[in-house]
């Protein structure tokens, strides 16, 4: 695989990671009530012993 393939792939990886994590959260979060949650996302790679861990408060719409 050339060196641009890999980054292409690595970006469609990327962007689909977040555009649905970005929609789950958007459902999860409907009807929460509010307040904070911790939102975590682990990123692995088969075959590797990749498991990079990415954290973050976020702050719920009220109702």
Do not use: C, W, Y
């Amino acid at each position: 695989m050339t060196d641009d393939a890999f980054e292409m792939s690595v970006r469609k990886f990327l962007k689909q990671v977040g555009v649905t994590a970005h929609q789950e959260l958007e459902r999860a979060a409907r009807g929460s009530g509010g307040g904070t949650r911790t939102a975590r996302a682990v990123i692995t790679l088969e075959g590797t012993d990749l498991e990079h861990v990415v954290e973050a408060e976020i702050v719920l719409p009220n109702g």
